[in-house]
């Protein structure tokens, strides 16, 4: 049966809202009150099975109960004490919205309700986007003063995206990542206490510590079993999720940009938005959600999905600040030999960067290293058939450097607190339209003059002292410094169609929709340990698709943890994701490049696969853990698995690859062997795993039958 094609439709006798996607409903009531209130998210019902859900606006019981309709957006008004996502002032100092709703709008797969309140010229519109064949449900909020030039501006305390509502449930579990520099990503599954629990970041980056994309089950669901409700904010700045489960059993969370304690100011004509918080049903268990998420990500999110990831050379942990052309260039001919695609010369190129103490700010490149300038090199790069790339780290800048000398008040900072340095350096409030523009321009020339394919576009503070010296609304830098480095992205990849972005901020600290939408990848974690990546890449996995996973085979011993793990095992982790490579080439043996080269040629084989097929993560025994990447026809597949540590007396049995299909049947491509998928299925395959620790295997199958 084709799935049904995903529909928004609002029916105005009765204020039904229902948004149809192939494996789920959401619907939503206009209340008694005027709120639009939140009916249901989950399995499919009919309009018939809708109507008859209780009625969203009951009056209270007993003057202690809270009103038990939730809020698509709680306006801080009425008999609510929840957390509200609405918070608004106005100038004789009332407080929250009362709506009268005002109508809608239905085009191209995407509705928005029209709500304005009965006193004060505030309007709002709650939108709501679903997209073909996509269980993804987008929606966001948009603000509007719609009073006369003298009207006095409105204080907004909070607006989030969008409140999320579970059915009732016998329990509730809540699935989340959490994480610091050099351990991003890390899976957490918790039982939901009876509590409002706070998921945020009050960093001005997403965050490495904590990431705004929570799922909940009722605590049961596994990875093919059970229903899973998730969602994802797209913000690359601060934000704050508040999950709210109630003593008698409701659940809701409500989630958007900027942590507590910020406020910003609307004047009479403008308008607020919010960043997309998109979420997602789904009946069949984590994996299932994350190869929706995969999609939805491919289809509506990245700009170049399409495209096959390169395999990169990048050279920080081979040089750090050592930079120099003759150095790069060695590196570069051997990281084509190799097979890298991509050469990218990190930190350490431009200004007075001889550590980091000094430079940032200053891009162009630095003489003592750089004689001639980038092109010899950026030449040399393109000649040996790679594409070049650049590391910058526009946000920042070092005291030491002639953009600070030039430009001190440029930088984030309170003019009466002392301003911290993180890694020596400040942050520059991009939030200004003058930075913003030193900004495009430094970055645009540096494309023009080096022909740069790549930026890997880093962030290594946070924000401090958050201040904006004589603005107004000095809190807007929250939300503008964001918007505006998203806004220059946008820009460089519009005016430059080859340039390709990686997003990177000490690793993993800004991963989400957001930056997604302007990026090709991130740079997953600085901790390459291939042991533990395997966590970090499942806890990267749970939301955002391989092809987006940037990992690096670097040197052994590892350069973090001082590991010494086997060059196959360190190439089978990263080939899970974007294969690069990073470590000091020079120093490898020819043994060592040769099986390098050889592994390269292998994963451009597979790579169709992992960037751009189905992914199943597999937990097989005796701590194996495994990723199968699945074509899109089912017909091509690989696996790789891992195993850490060896346990004597615990050989590993079979690991079973449940998305094949039991009524084929398929060929071990390296080992000539054809296997029934019925066997595959619930016996596994054999691994034959080689002896020892850190032992890994890839396997790939074609289907014959
Ligand atoms: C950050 C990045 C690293 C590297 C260094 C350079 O830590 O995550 O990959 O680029 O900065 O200073």
Known sequence: MPPTPSSVSFDPTRGLVVLQTPNSVYAVRIGADGSPRHLHWGEPLDTDALCGLPAAASPAASSFETDPAPDELAPQTGARFGQAGLQVRFADGTRGAQWSFTGHTVRDGELRLHLADRHYPLAAELGYR?????????????????????????????????????????????????????????????????????????????????????????????????????????????????????????????????????????????????????????????????????????????????????????????????????????????????????????????????????????????????????????DEVHRLGMAFGLWVEPEMVNRDSDLYRAHPDWVVHAATRDATELRNQLMLNFARPEVEAWAHRTLDQLVRDHDVDWFKWDANRVVTEAGWAGHPDPDRLWIDHTRAVHRIMDRLRADHPGLRIEACAGGGGRADLGILARTDQVWTSDNTDPVDRINIQHGFSQLFPAQAMAAWVTDSPNVTTGRTTPLRFRFHVAMAGALGLGGDLTAWSEEELEEAAALVIRYKEIRPLVQHGHQYRLHGPAGLTAVHYASQDDTEHAVLAWRPATRFGHPAPGLPLPALDPAAHYLDIDEGITHSGAALTCQGIDLRLPAGDYASRLIRLRRTV
Request: charge should be negative.
């Open 130 to 378: 679903v997209r073909p064949g996509s269980d993804v449900i987008e929606r966001w909020v948009e603000l509007t003063h719609t009073g006369a030039d003298d009207s006095g501006p409105i204080t907004v305390d909070r607006l989030d995206s969008a409140a999320w509502t579970l059915p009732a449930l016998p329990d509730y579990r809540l699935n989340h990542l959490v994480g610091g520099w050099n351990s991003e990503f890390q899976l957490q599954r918790d039982r939901l206490p009876v509590a409002e629990t706070v998921l945020t970041s009050r960093r001005g980056l997403t965050s490495h510590h904590a990431s705004p994309w929570i799922a909940l089950d009722d605590g049961t669901a596994d990875e093919e079993h059970g229903e899973v409700w998730s969602t994802a904010l797209a913000w690359s700045g601060s934000w704050r999720i508040t999950v709210h489960r109630d003593p008698v059993g409701r659940t809701t969370w409500t989630g958007g940009f900027g942590h507590e304690g910020l406020s910003w100011t609307i004047q009479p004509g403008q308008s607020l938005h919010t960043p997309v918080f998109a979420g997602l049903y789904t009946p069949d268990g984590f994996g299932a959600a994350s190869r929706a998420w995969h999609a939805h990500i491919r289809t509506g999110v990245l700009p170049a999905p399409d495209r096959d990831r390169p395999v990169v050379y990048n050279s920080w942990e081979a040089t750090g600040f050592d930079v120099d052309q003759p150095g790069q260039l060695s590196l570069a001919r051997v990281a084509a030999r190799l097979g890298a695609e991509l050469f990218v010369l990190d930190d350490g190129w431009f200004g007075g960067r001889t550590s980091d103490r000094a430079g940032l700010g200053d891009w162009t490149p630095r003489p003592e290293a750089f004689p001639d300038g980038l092109r010899p090199l950026a």
